[in-house]
């Protein structure tokens, strides 16, 4: 039997984030309880019935990471459809989880011979891509303020959130509660010049001397080196995340609070339709 955690996955996603439809053949199926406990403790399975885990050679469904929720959506094949509920990373393979339906039948992981249709959730990846997105809006908003001395040259970009209802990105330094205003003032700027979105990927000496925020523990793929997401002529960022392409889709970012704590500085926000 095909071991699971050894199939590499081609995250498609990264390269093509307006790539909805797939098809693609099965490597492996395998029931969750059948895995390492390790690996079954990075699901949250359904009550209902058993969840499987299924790979592939190459998907379109985004990997949890980065503060990003991953991808729903559907894997099809001879009259029986996979419910994609949560998908995970294990390097180098991309695992899916999820439940049949109808629950008695299954694919056959033969070889790679029978080939099957993958279909993502497109309002949910759009919606999970505009608040990641407007993350990076607010980053850079921030980055922009640090050069014209509204906010401290010592406040650097921390982790971030981009879960719908609990999306937030952080700082190292403190940023004053009265530079809501500004901060926001900037972020509408962007958004209202609809600045483009763009994906490159960089060798990792190019992406740490340009890229904002960059930890000195970057790494990139050995293949195609560090994946970067710029924004206009804003400014980018290291990220393996799914993006909008304009900023305009983002809709409305609005900043909610500014929360600071043990050096700690907390920007919530969310996006709202235009």
Known sequence: MVDPLSQRTDPLYQKDGQKHTHTSTITSIHALSSLPADTQSLFKPPPETEPY????????????????????????ASDTT???????????????MGVFSPSDKKFEANGGEAE???????????????????????????AHLKTTGTIAPDVVDGKASHYPGAAFVEFSGLIPGDKKGEIQARVDEMVAADMDVKIHFWDEEKAK??????????KGDEEDGVRVVEIGSEGSYPCGGTHVQRLKECGRVVLRNI?????ITKVSYEVQDA
């Open 209 to 218: 001397k340009e890229c904002t925020g960059v930890m000195e523990t970057l």
């Open 53 to 76: 885990v299924l790979t592939t050679p190459s998907t379109i469904f985004h990997a949890q990471g980065g503060g990003q929720p991953s991808d729903v959506g559907t894997i099809f």
């Open 116 to 142: 099957a249709e993958q279909k993502i959730d497109t309002s949910k990846r759009h919606l999970h891509s505009r608040i990641h997105t407007a993350g990076h809006v607010i980053g850079l908003a921030v």
């Open 82 to 96: 996979f419910h994609v509920h949560q998908v995970r990373k294990v390097d180098p393979a991309i695992l899916h």
């Open 259 to 263: 929360k600071r704590q043990k050096g």
